[in-house]
Every structure is written in C-alpha cells, then in structure tokens.
C-alpha cells in the first residue's frame, strides 16, 4: 500500500507570494491533516479535514487554508507569504475508523521563503 | 496551545546503552502515541497506547501509559546507530468534538558508535 504522498518536496518561493501544496493520503484513508514544523517548535497542528469538510482548526492566520477534494486528497494554501511560514509541512492521513486512530505522515514539503 | 512536556530535549549516548525519554501532561489523555522522525522525513508512529497501564513493545522499543493517564514513557533498549533521530510524544483527548493530538517538542537522540 503506497503511502503519503507530498508534493512538491522542495519550495522556494518569495514573500508576498503564495504557494499550494498538495497530499494524497494512503487509500481508504479519509481524514488529512496539516502540520507545521519548524526547529525548537515541534509540530504546529493547522487543520484536519474528512470528507471534504474541515473537522478542526489550529492556531494560524487565515492566510493559511486548505481543502479536501472527493477522492480524499488535500491541499493547503499560503497566501501573502511572510519569512516566518518557511517551514516543513507535514500531511498526514488516518483512516478515522473512531477514537484509536493513528496518524501516517508524508515526507513533507520544505518551504523556504525568501 | 497546549503541550506536553517532553525530556530530556536532547540525548547523546553510546551505542550499547539503554535510552529512557518521557512526556507529562497537566491534562488526563486518552490516548498516547509515540513517533520517531528521521532527518528530511515525515513522523513515523512507532507504538500507539490506548489504556492506562499499558506496556506495549515494538522490538528494542517499550513505551508505557502511565497509571494517571497524564504521563507515558518510551525506552529503547541496547542502541544502534540507526536510533538516531528525534522521538515525540503525542496524546489525544477524546472528548466531543476535541480529537486533536497534542505534541510534545521532542528529544533529540545521537547514538556515538
């Protein structure tokens, strides 16, 4: 079974810009979420969607949003992109079969702002 | 938000040695879970915990819920270099529509062959 899938895995982008990154969970899985990583902060929860609806939402701006399409796979966008959003961002998808579920990651993309 | 507090931060042992990390919590969870990320990669779930008292082995790896379900710890028997990496802790508080896993900073761990 493949896993999670991040793409792209490298970004180099500019402040103001914006930037979509895109997830495709491992089949049958239909919860996505988004985590942001950054050095000494460990990982920063942003949303969790299941079956194209957010379930839940972190702490950041709304520049930051995403969105789950019908065949469980999810992007997020950054807009107005600042030097703080450079980061490794984490998908990760569960099957969310109830209150035990486990959470698989991607490798990330790594986000770097210039 | 909320966190978990994790230590040590960081460990540098010699390979051979055994390896005990833990995360506390002011808040009783429901659930613990134990990941390990290698450097560039994403989280990897090494040993998921789900009563109070819970001993549970992966291999070298034996993670632990604690008795007042606001602590758990992970212990890595006789190292190898390939233990390298960071560990973090991560518990969920199943409580309504509050199912967020609430992570703990890490530990660091260098293995010295």
């Known amino acids: 079974k493949a896993g999670v899938t991040q793409t792209p895995r490298y970004l180099i982008k500019t402040r103001g810009q914006q930037v979509t990154l895109s997830c495709s969970p491992i089949?049958?899985?239909?919860?996505v979420s988004w985590y942001q990583q950054t050095p000494g902060q460990g990982l920063q929860f942003l949303f969790e969607y299941f079956s194209e609806t957010q379930r839940n939402k972190g702490n950041f701006p709304g520049r930051f949003s995403g969105r789950q399409f019908s065949n469980s796979r999810s992007e997020m966008n950054v807009s107005t992109l600042e030097l703080g959003d450079s980061a490794l961002y984490l998908c990760a998808s569960s099957p969310s079969d109830g209150a035990n579920e486990k959470l698989f990651f991607g490798s990330g993309t790594q986000l770097s702002v210039l | 938000g909320q966190q978990l507090n994790q230590s040590p931060q960081s460990m540098f042992i010699q390979e051979g040695e055994d390896v005990s990390m833990n995360c506390t919590s002011s808040s009783i969870f429901n659930t613990w879970l134990w990941y390990k990320q290698d450097p560039g990669e994403g989280p990897v779930l090494l040993i998921a915990l789900y009563k109070a008292g819970e001993l549970t082995s992966n291999g070298r790896l034996t993670a632990q819920f604690g008795i007042t379900r606001k602590d758990s710890f992970l212990n890595i028997s006789a190292s190898i270099p390939s233990d390298v990496g960071i560990y973090f802790c991560?518990?969920?508080?199943?409580?309504?529509?509050?199912?967020?896993?609430?992570w703990g900073l890490g530990t660091s761990l260098a293995v010295n062959p």
């Open positions: 089949s049958g899985h239909r919860s």
């Open positions: 991560a518990g969920r508080i199943n409580a309504g529509n509050n199912r967020k896993l609430i």
